[in-house]
């Protein structure tokens, strides 16, 4: 699988797109005045402990107090006050010594809020969610800080391999090397990236980590709640310390300073993947230039085309997200089961995809074509296990029930990403909506395929005259010539004025129009 991250900088701030095999599957937006981004630590002051929710209401500078639940406290959370407060009123210059700190006893997991958070002190927090709606961020005193090969957690001594690296003798290794290089009061959680790495390189990541604890440690001296004491890397490093792997072929950027920073933390953490990184300066914008742009607008709306001709409809309600697949035109077989298991198998892969794509969080309702054979709702489910494996969410699928209907859940971390796809209609001046015109050609040569794959040879192609004009521009290099080498067919168009902008119908040798 080849991956390429597109980057667009703008005054407004940066737009990112993650492409799989040229398949748009993340799209990252980062605001220039971005505030309370996960993962960011700030020093917080308790405002209101609430006993009914177990729970704790914590300004950190957004008008809405932040949420930190008993759950999310962490075991270590009378160390982390005592911390907080240790570091805030240090007058040594150099910062007390972390490994000579003393952690205070566990909290119990059944515990009540105002046992912990008794008097309201400061405490330091990290952002668990982003501000979603009218909701203010969520909030832990879990503190993390995560590397390219490992997961820094102050305040404990367990060290943790990802279960994702199968071979126990790799795991041993790895566990050993940590125990050997962990300072005193630091937990360590070695990520899936660390698989084969040696020594010297967790050595140097673990390092980088400590160094940044220092600077929180650092930047707690003197401050008053509530404050930012540390800001995660901007997302384009943060993606990139997550993602980069040997499947990474291109990094795209527009902007020199980013290209910059780009290329430096690039030859910080793989020097052998320096040469991916490119500058962009042509004259075309740069989503335009890689098929960004057309993909945001096939892939956001409410329904989104697949190739064969079937089609998802996606709808938001407040508790839950409900996907409807339809088979449209599409016809695999005459057998109308597996008719259903084709269709549902390719939507299956496309909702994997919106769900990354769209960052879609909470509960997902999908109802799928009716299928009668266990074994085919049971291929369905697998499917889609599948196609997520890639979604770096935490998920969980259900089986396919009785009504056809299979239930997910995926992490929500930060608003759901949604782009208008509609665009002002030149016909009613805006006082309806269509969509946009940038994918009728994509839609009549899916039409066309369908038609060829039903043995029509002779076609007449009807559409608006300016249209018409688009399809026919250049003798020998028009699109309608293309479609006739492509399809191996007799094709013509012909213009109507009585024709809406983007209406379009094909006619057979007969003259007698195809419907759909």
Known sequence: MNKELIINAAPAGVEIALLEDKKLVELHNEKADANFAVGDLYLGKVKKLIPGLNAAFVDVGFEKDAFLHYTDLSPYARSIIKFTQMAMNDKDEKGFDFSKFQSEPEIIKTGKINEVLNGKPNVLVQILKEPIAAKGPRLSCEISLPGRFVVVTPFNEIVAVSKKIHSSEERKRLHKIVEAIRPKNFGVIVRTAAEGKTTAELHQDLLALIESWQTIQKNLKGATAPVRVMSEENKTTSILRDLLSADFNKIVVNDKNLFAVTQQYIQRIAPDKTDIVSLYNN?????????????????????????????????????????????????????QEDNALGTNLEAAEEIARQLRLRDIGGIIVVDFIDMKLPDNKRKVQEAMEAFMKTDRAKHSVLPVSKFGLLQITRQRMRPEVNINTSEACPVCNGTGKISSTLLLEDEIEKRLNYLVTSSHKNLTLVVHPIVHSHLTKGFFSSIIKKWKKKFRIKLKAQANTNYQLIEFRFFDEHDEEIKF
Not at 283 to 301: A, N
């Open 283 to 335: 004259g075309l914008p740069i989503f335009d230039q890689f098929g960004v742009t057309k993909q945001v607008k096939s892939s956001f709306g409410k329904t989104v085309n697949l190739p064969s001709g079937a089609y998802l409809i996606i709808e938001h309600t407040e508790a839950l997200h409900v996907i409807d697949v339809n088979s449209g035109y599409k016809s695999v077989s005459n057998n």
